[in-house]
Antibody, heavy 120, light 111 residues
Framework: VQLLDSGGGFVQPGGSLRLSCAAS????????MSWVRQAPGKGLEWVSG????????YYADSVKGRFTISRDNAKNTLYLQMNSLRAEDTAVYYC??????????????WGQGTLVTVSS | QSVLTQPPSASGTPGQRVTISCSGS????????INWYQQLPGTAPKLLIY???QRPSGVPDRFSGSKSGTSASLAISGLQSEDEADYYC????????????FGTGTKVTVL
């Protein structure tokens, strides 16, 4: 199993970024996936999750209405579209794989993380 | 702000037993499993305990988990220097549309 996060970078407040997580080594469509972030010096925060089929999506209150999670099961790739970015969104973003098709925060595998910095 | 509360720190000498608590509510602990993660500095988290008390392959049996009511505990017996890390509990919360939640995190120091 391998998860490769990408798409992070520097963006001004109000800007947008799209994160990607390329998955390999397992049947991607069979497992739920989540994004988890960690602000500098802070704890872990669950951001968003999506079921294996993509039919069900979930968001933390802090990002609801601004972030959109999606997946392309044909390309084995998870996405996080981040709009209206704020300074408080600055963090390392990890994608994480569930052990079932639903979301249970039971992440056996994690990406390496990609840093998003929101600053003027 | 996390809905799962952990003590900010815990410590012990090598060989001692250290216990970390995780306190929640009926909307998260009520019918959901608790998972625990270990995070070493500069690395991605690692699943330590899943399903309240199960260890993934490769995790030493020094680590154990339990859940009772709206609280859970992670115990580290025979504390070793390499156990110095941050530890987080996590679960699903059924409130609103549903969301994942992590605990506030506990820094374990080996004295």
């Amino acid at each position: 199993v391998q998860l490769l996060d990408s798409g992070g970078g520097f963006v001004q407040p109000g800007g947008s970024l799209r994160l990607s997580c390329a998955a390999s080594g397992f049947t991607f469509s069979s497992y739920g996936m989540s994004w988890v972030r960690q602000a500098p010096g802070k704890g872990l925060e669950w951001v968003s999750g999506i079921s294996g089929s993509g039919a069900s999506t979930y968001y933390a209150d802090s990002v609801k209405g601004r972030f959109t999670i999606s997946r392309d099961n044909a390309k084995n790739t998870l996405y996080l579209q981040m709009n209206s970015l704020r300074a408080e969104d600055t963090a390392v973003y990890y994608c994480a794989k569930e052990s079932v098709t639903a979301i249970q925060t039971r992440f056996f595998y994690w990406g390496q993380g990609t840093l998003v910095t929101v600053s003027s | 702000q996390s809905v799962l509360t952990q003590p900010p720190s815990a410590s012990g000498t090598p060989g001692q037993r250290v216990t970390i608590s995780c306190s929640g509510s009926s909307s998260n602990f009520g019918s959901n499993i608790i998972n625990w993660y270990q995070q070493l500095p500069g690395t991605a988290p690692k699943l330590l305990i899943y399903g309240n008390n199960q260890r993934p392959s490769g995790v030493p049996d020094r680590f154990s988990g339990s859940k009772s009511g709206t609280s859970a505990s992670l115990a580290i017996s025979g504390l070793q220097s390499e156990d110095e890390a941050d530890y987080y509990c996590a679960t699903w919360d059924d409130s609103l549309n549903g969301r994942g939640v992590f605990g506030t995190g506990t820094k374990v120091t080996v004295l």
